[in-house]
């Protein structure tokens, strides 16, 4: 087994580690109780996994304020648990239960949660990069400071709305952070196929949008790029890109086999760049915890994901009328 290269970094407390460590740890386990539940049959349509990329999205939550939005494509469990949505309601609306963030009518791809400044979970490609931009404009037009990140990958970087995007956003000066979520591969597509630019956030150029390219298997590399981002952002200077480049150990979805690479292409990922791991190790080699210490850890947030299915299975399905509700808005009549 190669050993993972881990160097000691000063500019961050023992307890952000521990923070960093098992908030990444609960999106994992998380995601990996939500792949058995799909297998149970508990979970319909599509379901896609975060397992692998769980350093992009904490990072960037260590990076945020209270205020700032996030908005994501349908691989967004993830996004939901860093921004502190509760596990119980995500896992509900995962099952289509009236316990879930959308009453159950949203399942996996589309829900939100306005307290907590997540946007959705959106399926069609690259759809939710607009609204992002949309998100940021009415930020500056309020002028209240606020920052968003939009989140798509390196597969929806291609589609055509993104750049008219960057153009307005631009044009607009938005304090509107675009993640590229890089994991390599297009749903089956690998990034050398499908994308004719080996570095996907050099795209901004041409609207005069700063970017750059970000080790997303490392937490701390992802909080400082995002830092950056941030301040730059909220400073005035209108946009920024952040290609964070990842790796995703499942498949697109579940229903996917992913024979479009290797088991042992995925396995030396795993060994050697692990993001959990990586921060595992900072923990005891700094001696900032010990083996008990994160075995601890672990056992609370197994506890965690396993109430959250707990909840899920015991509440109810929506009410067939619940299909009627969220459609129609009530609007007095004006007078003639």
Request: charged fraction near 25%.
């Amino acid at each position: 087994m190669a050993a993972r290269k881990t160097q000691a970094k000063p500019n961050v407390s023992a307890d952000e580690l521990k923070q960093y460590y098992r908030d990444m740890l609960l999106i994992r386990r998380f995601e990996e109780k939500a792949g058995q539940l799909y297998g149970m049959g508990l979970i319909g349509g599509f379901c896609h996994l975060y397992i692998g990329q769980e350093a992009v999205v904490v990072g960037l939550e260590a990076a945020a304020e209270e205020g700032d939005k996030r908005i994501t494509t349908y691989r967004d469990h993830g996004h939901m648990l860093a921004c502190g949505m509760d596990p119980k309601g995500v896992m509900a609306e995962l099952t289509g239960r009236e316990g879930g963030y959308s009453k159950g009518k949203g399942g996996s791809m589309h829900m939100f949660s306005r307290d907590k400044h997540f946007y959705g979970g959106h399926g069609i490609v690259g759809a939710n990069v607009p609204l992002g931009a949309g998100l940021a404009f009415a930020d500056k037009y309020l002028e209240n400071g606020r920052v968003t990140f939009t989140y798509f990958g390196d597969g929806a970087a291609n589609q055509g709305q993104v750049y008219e995007t960057f153009n307005m956003a631009a044009l607009w000066n938005l304090p509107v952070i675009f993640v590229i979520e890089n994991n390599q591969y297009a749903m089956g597509t690998s990034q050398k196929r499908s994308t004719s630019t080996p570095e996907i956030h050099t795209r901004g150029e041409a609207f005069g949008i700063p970017g750059e390219s970000v080790d997303g298997m490392d937490v701390l590399a992802v909080r400082d790029a995002g830092k950056k981002a941030v301040e730059h952002c909220r400073s005035g200077k209108g946009p920024y890109i952040l290609e964070i480049k990842t790796y995703r150990y499942r498949g697109h979805s579940m229903s996917d086999p992913a024979k479009y690479r290797t088991r042992e292409e995925v396995q030396k990922i795993r060994e050697e760049k692990d993001a959990i791991e990586h921060v595992r190790d900072l923990l005891l080699q700094g001696k900032h915890a010990t083996e008990d210490d994160l075995k601890a850890i672990d056992k609370e947030i197994k506890q965690i994901v396993n109430e959250s299915a707990d909840f899920a299975k015991e509440s109810p399905e929506p009410a067939l009328d619940e299909l009627w509700t969220d459609i129609y808005a009530d609007v007095a009549p004006q007078n003639a």
